[in-house]
T-cell receptor
């Protein structure tokens, strides 16, 4: 059974810091890994999708890496801003149907 | 363009009553998913629709839960005889392309509270 774990559960940093969020998964047979952002009371917004054949993806200040063999992914946020405060969720797609298996998230707070 | 919409945004019901939750996916998206987000369990997959194929119901927690998708578009999730443990946020998502290459677009969710 695929399990996804995110560490830390919560993180508080001052504005301007670079930070790393961690995600691990138990079964390396995945189609892709995705990072989402969730703001309070809202749905999920897709940030980055890394296909199983890829090693990383970048979007603006965000960079996500994938190491399938070790079952790990990291999300790197450069020069953090208060607007980055949200819960970040990691999820893997294991089967062809595409249903996501989520970690429990990292709640990020960026202090001005 | 319009995103995934869900209604109602909030629903309060009494234990034992039936509820219906609605999802309007993005136009043209053939894949539709329902997930549940609860405090103790995080986000869990419930059911998946793809075109006219039979749905994958493997995530439904009990036979009190059912869902349908009419005309390949709008979907309704029905919970019969609601229990307090059904209280959660129910999220709908849709996808256009392949499962390996395309992301899912989520609606804002329906917050269900069972008293």
């Amino acid at each position: 059974k695929q399990e996804v774990t995110q560490i830390p559960a919560a993180l508080s940093v001052p504005e301007g810091e670079n930070l790393v969020l961690n995600c691990s998964f138990t079964d390396s047979a995945i189609y892709n890994l995705q990072w989402f952002r969730q703001d309070p009371g809202k749905g999920l917004t897709s940030l980055l999708l890394i296909q199983s054949s890829q090693r990383e993806q970048t979007s603006g200040r965000l960079n996500a890496s994938l190491d399938k063999s070790s079952g790990r992914s990291t999300l790197y946020i450069a020069a953090s801003q208060p607007g980055d405060s949200a819960t970040y969720l990691c999820a893997v797609v294991r089967g062809s149907q595409g249903n996501l298996i989520f970690g429990k998230g990292t709640k990020l707070s960026v202090k001005p | 363009g319009a995103g995934v919409s869900q209604s109602p945004s909030n629903k309060v019901t009494e234990k034992g009553k039936d509820v219906e939750l609605r999802c309007d996916p993005i136009s043209g998206h053939t894949a539709l998913y329902w997930y549940r987000q609860s405090l103790g369990q995080g986000l869990e997959f419930l059911i998946y629709f793809q075109g006219n194929s039979a749905p994958d119901k493997s995530g439904l927690p009990s036979d009190r839960f059912s869902a349908e998708r009419t005309g390949g578009s709008v979907s309704t999730l029905t919970i019969q005889r609601t229990q307090q443990e059904d209280s959660a946020v129910y999220l709908c998502a849709s996808r256009y392309g392949g499962a390996g290459t395309d992301t899912q677009y989520f609606g804002p969710g329906t917050r269900l509270t069972v008293l």
